[in-house]
């Protein structure tokens, strides 16, 4: 099975830092890569899909880059809303592995 | 507006029978790939595997084969997601997503969750 690790498990940043979180997929999984959010109580949200394409809707401060086994999310001025965990998932594979997920709060 | 309105939490005792459901609107549910999306209390995501309403192919996560069994009836617009012998560890959230279509098929649309208790 593919793995996938993220880092870090947790961040603290400030409203208007930018924020970088990593994914990195134990192998090639091309840019069959997706990034969700979601915040407590609530189901997750699609932001990014193969790997750097904003899905419709999302703020235009997020951003997705990478391919093959490393990639990142940045959010580049966080804003208030933006306090959540945030998953990649490939889905190069039927299994569809997620990321352990990492969680931005407030510093 | 796509709408995914999932069957209500459910508590039950090890060595039951379950079946939770997921009933969609406002798309052509046979022609999108239909799944499910396990949550443990305080953990992350975990993919367990989605079906095609249309012609009704499915493709499990490995962990899950054997474990579960999810279906789909295209003439009431229902996935569901479904139990033979439940234990402890099925406790969880259950999400069901309806996938983008290829060649992107991650889940844009979730449903509101079901919370499944198990316990003695």
């Known amino acids: 099975d593919i793995q996938m690790t993220q880092s870090p498990s947790t961040l603290s940043a400030s409203v208007g830092d930018r924020v970088t979180i990593t994914c990195r997929a134990s192998?090639?999984?091309?840019?069959?890569l997706a990034w969700y959010q979601q915040k407590p109580g609530r189901a997750p949200k699609l932001l990014i899909y193969k790997a750097s394409h904003l899905q419709g809707g999302v703020p235009s401060r997020f951003s997705g880059s990478g391919s093959g086994t490393e990639f990142t999310l940045t959010i580049s001025s966080l804003q208030p809303d933006d306090f959540a965990t945030y998953y990649c998932q490939e889905y190069i594979s039927y299994s569809r592995i997620f990321g352990q997920g990492t969680k931005v709060d407030i510093k | 507006e796509v709408q995914l309105v999932q069957s209500g939490g459910e508590v039950k005792k090890p060595g039951e029978s379950l079946k939770i459901s997921c009933k969609a609107s406002?798309?052509?549910?046979?022609?999108?790939?239909v799944g499910w999306v396990r949550q443990r209390p305080g953990k992350g995501l975990e993919w367990m595997g989605i079906?095609?309403?249309?012609?009704?192919?499915?493709r499990y996560n490995a962990a899950f084969q054997g474990l579960v069994t999810i279906s789909a009836d295209k003439s009431i617009n229902t996935a569901y997601l479904q139990w033979s012998s439940l234990k402890a560890s099925v406790t969880a959230m259950y999400y069901c997503v309806r996938l983008l279509p290829e060649p992107n098929p991650v889940p844009l649309d979730w449903g509101q969750g079901t919370l499944v208790t198990v316990s003695s």
């Open positions: 406002g798309y052509n549910f046979a022609r999108h790939w």
């Open positions: 079906t095609y309403p249309d012609d009704l192919d499915m």
């Open positions: 192998q090639s999984i091309n840019t069959f």
